[in-house]
C-alpha cells in the first residue's frame, strides 16, 4: 500500500475521490479506512475465540474474493439499503401492512414491460409442492407446521432465490468499523459466531453472501443464530449448508422449535391464529391490523412470539402466516422465482401507506 499514489489506491477501493475532497483530505479518508480494517484485522488475530492461526486470518484479507477496498462504494451504499428495509419502515410506522406485503413481494407485481409477474402468495403452494419432502419430514422431526417453515423461507429469501448481494465476510468487517461504537461491537461479537460456524462446518469464510444487516443463507440466519441454530438435515453433522435449501428447512423448524425459551410451538395454533387474522379483513380481503395488533398476538399466541423471535418485526410474521395458509392451495404460477425488486416498478406507497 505505501508504494501507492493517491490515484492508485483511489483506482483499488473501486471509487474516484468526490470532487470536494482532493489532494489531502481524499488521501486521508483512504488512509482512514486502510487503518480500520487493519485494526479488525489485529484485533481478530489476538481473539482468543476466533479459531484461525493469524497466517489464515492474513490470507483472508489478501484473497482476490475481499472486496471490500474495490466496492467501497457498494458497502457505503448498504448503510440506505438497511433504512428502506420493508421490516424497519414497519417499525418505524411509516407504511401499513397493506404497504409491507408488496415491498414484501407478497402480491403479483408488472414489470416495465406489462407483464405479470407472480408475488409469494401465489407462489407459495408451487414451493411446498417442491420441497414438501423435506418440509413435512422437518414438521415430524420438529413439531413446527411445515407451513409456516414454508413461509418463513419464501419472506425471507424468496426460497433461495434471493441471498443477498454482499459477500457476508467483507459486510462483517465493515459492520466492525463503524464510527458508532455499540454498532461496531455488536457486529464484532456477530463476526466471531460467523467464523465460529464456518470453522465448525467447514466453510471458507470467503464463501457465502449477505444481506446488509449479515443475514446469511436461504433462511437469511444472523451469524449467532446460525451458529447455534443451524443444524442442517442431518442433525448438526459438521457440515451444514446455510444456502442448501434443505438444510434451512430443517434448521428453521429447529429454530422455530427451541428459541423462545418457555413458550413452546404448538402446532394447533397456526389455524386458529390465521382465523382470528381472516376475521379482521378490510375491504380489500387484506387482513387489517396494526403493529400494536400484533404485540397483542404475540402474547395471546406463543407460535407468533416464537416467529418474531426469527425477525423482530410483527408484519414480517403476519407475512410468513399469511404465505402459510396459501401454501396448501395450488394455484397457477406465471413466473417460477420472483424477480428482484430493484428491476422493476412498484406501486406507488404514498396511497398504500394510508390504507
Excluded at 479518508?29 to 489464515?56: F, I, M, T
Excluded at 404465505?323 to 392451495?329: M, V
Aim: with cysteine.
Amino acid at each position: 500500500m505505501s508504494n501507492m499514489n493517491r490515484r492508485e489506491f483511489s483506482k483499488l477501493l473501486g471509487f474516484s475521490a468526490p470532487h470536494f475532497l482532493t489532494g489531502g483530505a481524499a488521501l486521508s479518508q483512504e488512509k482512514s479506512l486502510e487503518k480500520r480494517v487493519n485494526e479488525v484485522k489485529q484485533w481478530l488475530k489476538q481473539n482468543p475465540r476466533v479459531k484461525y492461526s493469524a497466517e489464515k486470518i492474513d490470507e483472508l484479507f489478501d484473497d482476490e474474493r475481499f472486496e471490500l477496498f474495490r466496492n467501497i462504494e457498494k458497502y457505503r451504499g448498504s448503510t440506505k439499503n438497511f433504512r428502506e428495509n420493508p421490516e424497519t419502515k414497519a417499525k418505524s410506522g411509516k407504511i401499513s401492512y397493506a404497504a409491507y406485503r408488496v415491498m414484501a413481494w407478497l402480491t403479483d407485481h408488472f414489470n416495465t414491460e406489462g407483464r405479470t409477474l407472480s408475488g409469494n402468495l401465489r407462489l407459495a403452494p408451487g414451493k411446498f409442492e417442491r420441497f414438501g419432502k423435506a418440509l413435512l419430514d422437518a414438521e415430524k422431526r420438529h413439531g413446527v407446521d411445515a407451513r409456516v417453515i414454508n413461509g418463513l423461507l419464501g419472506i425471507e429469501s424468496g426460497w433461495g432465490n434471493n441471498l443477498g448481494k454482499y459477500n457476508a465476510f467483507c459486510m462483517l468487517v465493515y459492520n466492525s468499523i463503524s464510527n458508532d461504537n455499540e454498532f461496531a461491537e455488536k457486529y464484532r461479537k456477530q463476526f466471531i459466531e460467523y467464523l465460529s460456524f464456518c470453522k465448525n462446518n467447514n466453510h471458507h469464510p470467503l464463501r457465502f453472501k449477505s444481506s446488509r444487516a449479515c443475514c446469511i443463507g436461504a433462511g437469511q440466519f444472523s451469524p449467532e443464530d446460525l451458529n447455534e441454530y443451524f443444524c442442517g438435515k442431518d442433525g448438526d453433522s459438521g457440515d451444514a449448508n446455510p444456502e442448501d435449501i434443505e438444510d434451512a428447512i430443517y434448521s428453521i423448524g429447529y429454530f422455530l422449535s427451541h428459541a423462545n425459551g418457555t413458550r413452546p410451538w404448538i402446532k394447533e395454533q397456526t389455524d386458529e391464529l390465521i382465523a382470528e387474522l381472516d376475521s379482521k379483513k378490510d375491504d380489500n380481503g387484506v387482513w387489517n391490523f396494526t403493529d400494536v395488533d400484533g404485540r397483542a398476538l404475540r402474547k395471546k399466541y406463543s407460535n407468533w412470539a416464537n416467529v418474531y423471535r426469527y425477525n423482530h418485526s410483527n408484519y414480517f410474521v403476519a407475512a410468513v402466516f399469511e404465505l402459510a395458509k396459501e401454501s396448501r392451495k395450488l394455484t397457477p404460477v406465471l413466473e417460477v422465482t420472483p424477480p428482484r425488486m430493484r428491476k422493476y416498478e412498484l406501486p406507488s406507497l404514498d396511497t398504500l401507506s394510508t390504507q
